[in-house]
């Protein structure tokens, strides 16, 4: 079992950059794949990334080029990198875990999920 809890939210302005982190729990971490969403109020849940077990990583349209994944297993840690912030990232942002061949935008194909972080991006 992987235990998740996101952090790092808070108010920035547009164009800043903002790191969060996904501490996990668990002894097998390193062979799952960790995805980011994030929800905006009355919005669907969107796929922000994933990096898989071996490190590589997909991007969704809206962040590609701005965001970045990066993991740290020695440590348990995933971390994403957002730049250039836009106010229509304002939302809540979740890590979650799923095995390396789940399709990386399939909600149900992760199997734990994190409780969020508040990331708000004033215009």
């Known amino acids: 079992q992987v235990q998740l809890a996101e952090s790092g939210g808070g108010l920035v302005q547009a164009g800043a950059s903002l790191t969060l982190s996904c501490a996990a729990s668990?002894?097998?971490?390193?062979?799952?794949?960790i995805g980011w969403f994030r929800q905006a109020p009355g919005k669907e849940r969107e796929f922000v990334g994933r990096i898989r077990s071996t490190g590589t990583t997909d991007y969704g349209d809206s962040v590609k080029g701005r965001f970045t994944i990066f993991r740290d297993n020695a440590k348990n840690m995933v971390y994403l990198t957002m730049n250039s912030l836009k106010p229509e990232g304002t939302a809540v942002y979740y890590c979650?875990?799923?095995?390396?061949?789940?399709?990386?935008?399939?909600?149900?194909?992760?199997?734990?999920w994190g409780q969020g972080t508040q990331v708000t991006v004033s215009s």
């Open positions: 979650a875990a799923s095995s390396d061949y789940n399709n990386p935008y399939y909600r149900g194909g992760y199997r734990y």
């Open positions: 668990g002894r097998t971490f390193s062979s799952y794949a």
